[in-house]
RNA sequence: CGGGAUGUAGCGCAGCUUGGUAGCGCACCUCGCUUGGGACGAGGGGGUCGCACGUUCGAAUCGUGUCAUCCCGACCA
């Protein structure tokens, strides 16, 4: 590709509204550009980029035995009826009505179509088990785009759904796709890790998400791993072993004590000369509308989302402060916040299991400026009877499967893969005959990579000042060839002469034959990512021209007859090292 | 949906308070000059100032409404 013929338009200021460092690369290279709110139109550059990574997921999926097919975006109302989930998906859904005023949905996911495409295309265990994939525009309508590419109303994903005659085989399969996972984003030179989750919404027993770990602030979660073993979780569902720490307040008697204006564990810690974790804390939830208290030592921090499962909510958020006072009015105190406790509230009370060693501490008694210290439980207080894990594992506590300690970093989720059984095979009755003439409904899987968030994904972890740095695997252009002045005859022959051989050997090459200065070429070649760049210039006086590593920095000048070699073989270890 | 902000050339912004010929930098076009890290000089093209209504002799500027975009949150994962 000759640069002057390349569509693509880099721009030297961050566009303002390009908040994370995938978006603003992405935008100033020349990779994409908005058409409207989370939805991009990919550049060549950047289509480059998402075709090599399908590739590797074709391989890799193809390898592991499935097929690739291709359903419609546009999908029926009548099969979201079947599942359940026109009404279940919520706004996500993107629903658009055609000239005959039937409704249709813009495919969030497949799982509707590709049931009822097997129901109707298999009726035996013998054609058993199939897994299919596609690599699709995805749309969600998302509340707020934003983040780029991360996180789009249109993007582009695989999907992969399994289907087996029985546990056993969703198991496998469900193990195939791990194995493939783990390769696929290997090959893209991205480091990931399993990461239990949630099934969630979509339903299943058991599922996990593909998480880079980026270190920078720009990913989406906070992801909690072990440093010994392979544990590695969501924060919002992290668990964690709590290393020790002093738990009794060595109060020599149980009573109430004057606290003026002591609201906060910081102020308590000072006032009576006692660490947070001598303290229970009470914080006071609404969830559906209900008042719930939660118990946790004061140096914690209650996770919400765990809050909310253990008390099957399905809205949680933390109470104001009129609606503290009225609670406590309601129970016969007239308590600000600061100065709550358990004690006489009447309502549903989840203790975190922090609490559980707490001796002689300290807990609000509902009434201000009074704090009761020396507490213990069974004593002056009951401890709650639904005791649960609700608070937020941080680094430096210890791994709960292993002797480790966890760590904290930010993540991207790439990939995930769900356990769905029969939650979808059960209602839209997609069956098939098993040994014994038996019906019985699918066992499935599904399995899905966002290709186009992998792409950011990649940039998030490989970026410097200067621009991308892509892996050799995902660069749209293995190298770039800049010959530094295009008048300068001499040059330029040496240049296209290079650029000649390189094409022949199958490497990707941009020649940059742009009459422009240098400077503005290097720059370009920075900000673009393209892994090897041949500079063809002053050092061709001495026979030689220069190899650039855009990931290292390493320079080797060669001469100019060996530069094709030195190049094929820097490609080609780049390619296996990943 | 709650809170905050912004819409002026492809991008980044000024102008608006105090109404009177729409500006700057980058990018683009022409010529000259320059060629190892985003040069320089001269000339040039490009804007119904998001949209609508209103106030006014006159609106980018004032008022009302509306649409869009972005940020924080909620949501999602």
Request: include cysteine.
């Amino acid at each position: 590709m000759r640069m002057t013929n390349l569509f693509f338009a880099t721009l030297r200021e961050t566009p303002s509204d390009a908040e994370v460092v995938s978006h603003q690369l992405m935008l100033r290279a020349g990779y994409i550009r908005k058409l409207t709110s989370g939805v991009y139109t990919y550049m060549p550059l950047m289509w480059k980029v998402l075709k090599k990574i399908s590739n590797i997921i074709r391989e890799e999926m193809d390898a592991a035995g499935a097929q690739e097919l291709l359903m419609p975006i546009l999908q029926p109302e009548e099969l979201w009826e079947e599942s359940g989930r026109w009404q279940a998906y919520g706004k996500e859904l993107m629903r658009v009505q055609d000239r005959h005023g039937r409704m249709n949905a813009l495919g969030p996911t497949h799982e509707e179509i590709i049931t009822a495409l097997v129901r109707d295309e298999i009726k035996s265990y013998r054609q058993l088990p199939v897994n299919l994939y596609q690599i699709q525009d995805k749309f969600r309508d998302e509340i707020r785009p934003r983040f780029g590419v991360l996180r789009g109303r249109e993007f582009l994903m695989k999907d992969a759904y399994s289907f087996d005659t029985s546990e056993e085989g969703l198991e496998t399969s469900y193990q195939k796709m791990s194995e493939a996972y783990t390769r696929i984003f290997k090959r893209c030179g991205l480091e990931t890790r399993m990461v239990r989750s949630d099934s969630g919404a979509i339903g299943g027993s058991v599922s996990h998400e593909f998480m880079v770990l980026t270190k920078t602030a720009s990913g989406e979660n906070d992801v909690l791993y072990c440093d010994t073993c392979t544990y590695a979780a969501n924060s919002n569902r992290a668990e964690s072993v709590m290393p020790p720490a002093q738990t009794d307040g060595k109060f020599s008697e149980a009573k109430e004590a004057e606290t003026p204006g002591v609201k906060s564990i910081e102020d308590l810690t000072k006032f009576f000369g006692i660490e947070p974790s001598c303290i229970c804390k009470t914080l006071v939830y609404i969830a559906d509308n209900k008042p719930v208290l939660a118990l946790i030592r004061g140096d914690r921090t209650v996770e919400e989302i765990k809050l909310k499962n253990v008390i099957n909510a399905n809205e949680i958020r933390i109470a104001g402060n009129a609606e503290i006072e009225e609670l406590t009015q309601k129970f016969g105190f007239n308590a600000q916040p600061g100065f709550i406790g358990p004690k006489g509230i009447d309502v549903q009370i989840v203790g975190d299991e922090s609490i559980k060693e707490l001796k002689n501490f300290v807990i609000g008694i509902n009434v201000t400026n009074k704090h009761f210290v020396g507490a213990n439980w069974g004593a002056e207080f009951n401890l709650p009877k639904k005791i649960a894990d609700i608070r937020l594992a941080l680094a430096g506590d210890f791994c709960s499967e292993c002797d480790g300690k966890l760590e904290i970093t930010k993540g991207i989720e790439v990939g995930n893969i769900f356990k769905l059984g029969t939650k979808y095979s059960e209602k839209m009755k997609a069956n098939f005959t098993d040994e014994n003439g038996k019906e019985k409904p699918f066992i499935m899987g599904c399995y899905g990579i966002g290709v186009s968030r992998t792409a950011a994904a990649a940039i998030e972890r490989y970026h410097d000042k200067d621009g991308i740095q892509w892996n050799m695997a995902i660069a749209p252009y293995h190298a770039v060839i800049v010959p530094v002045n295009v008048k300068d005859e001499f040059q330029m022959g040496i240049a296209e002469e290079l650029y000649k051989r390189l094409i022949e050997k199958n490497i990707e090459t941009v020649i940059d034959d742009r009459d422009e200065r240098p400077g503005v070429k290097f720059k370009d070649a920075d900000l673009i990512g393209f892994p090897v760049r041949i500079t063809a210039g002053k050092t061709l006086s001495e026979g030689m021209v220069e190899i650039k590593l855009r990931s290292t920095g390493e320079m080797f000048k060669v001469l100019k007859d060996e530069a094709v070699s030195k190049v094929v073989e820097l490609i080609k270890q780049e390619l296996c090292g990943s």
